[in-house]
Antibody, heavy 117, light 108 residues
Framework: EVQLVESGGGLVQPGGSLRLSCAASGSTINKYWMNWVRQAPGKGLEWVANIKQDGSEEYYLDSVKGRFTISRDNAKNSLYLQMRSLRAEDSAVYYC??????????WGQGALVTVSS | EIVLTQSPGTLSLSPGDSATLSCRASQSVSRNYLAWYQRKPGQAPRLLIHTASTGAPGIPDRFSGSVSGTDFTLTISRLEPEDFAVYFCLQYATSPLTFGGGTKVEIK
């Protein structure tokens, strides 16, 4: 079973950038599709992006396409989310999640991103 | 995008009762790729059911899932005290993956 720990969250101004990291332990991530899922305050869960085991395929929520980039480094057992041109509506807790295929099995505890001036 | 609508929003029940939770999809979910999760405050969500009706490893058999067309149901028979939580569904058949809004099962 894989354990996932997010880092890199914080306060950023609208239009700014932030990079989230997710460190995995207990298992290698190269067997999993990796995802980012977010939850804004008072809202439901929203899938953001995912990436295939070898990094050859990526999929994004329409509202983040062109602004967010998901990437992974299997050698470092890590997942990343580069976020640019951030908006207030991107404020949320971001969860690193993993699974076999697109089924989500494992969740991190989340990193809070606040976009505000 | 497949929209998942969960009902009811809240279910007030007593230990020993059975709970029936609904997740209705706005269109067909290919291969019934619909999962159910349990979520408690301060904890990571726990996968209960995948492919509409297959229990995840280690999940008690009082949790069961079923499907009829685009209507998915999670049934919890004989509620235990630890079952009072929020339950949500996820469709993982089509991008974007989408979640239901959740059903809170609370103690009556």
């Amino acid at each position: 079973e894989v354990q996932l720990v997010e880092s890199g969250g914080g306060l950023v101004q609208p239009g700014g950038s932030l990079r989230l990291s997710c460190a995995a332990s207990g298992s290698t991530i190269n067997k999993y599709w990796m995802n980012w899922v977010r939850q804004a305050p008072g809202k439901g869960l929203e899938w953001v992006a995912n990436i295939k085991q070898d990094g050859s395929e990526e999929y994004y929520l329409d509202s983040v396409k062109g602004r967010f980039t998901i990437s992974r480094d299997n050698a470092k057992n890590s997942l990343y989310l580069q976020m640019r041109s951030l908006r207030a509506e991107d404020s949320a807790v971001y969860y690193c999640v993993a699974g076999y295929g697109w089924l989500i099995d494992y969740w991190g505890q989340g990193a809070l991103v606040t976009v505000s001036s | 995008e497949i929209v998942l609508t969960q009902s009811p929003g809240t279910l007030s029940l007593s230990p020993g009762d059975s709970a029936t939770l609904s997740c209705r999809a706005s269109q067909s979910v290919s291969r019934n790729y619909l999962a159910w999760y349990q979520r408690k405050p301060g904890q990571a969500p726990r996968l209960l059911i995948h492919t509409a009706s297959t229990g995840a490893p280690g999940i008690p058999d009082r949790f069961s899932g079923s499907v009829s067309g685009t209507d998915f149901t999670l049934t919890i028979s004989r509620l235990e005290p630890e079952d009072f939580a929020v339950y949500f569904c996820l469709q993982y058949a089509t991008s974007p993956l989408t979640f239901g809004g959740g059903t809170k099962v609370e103690i009556k």
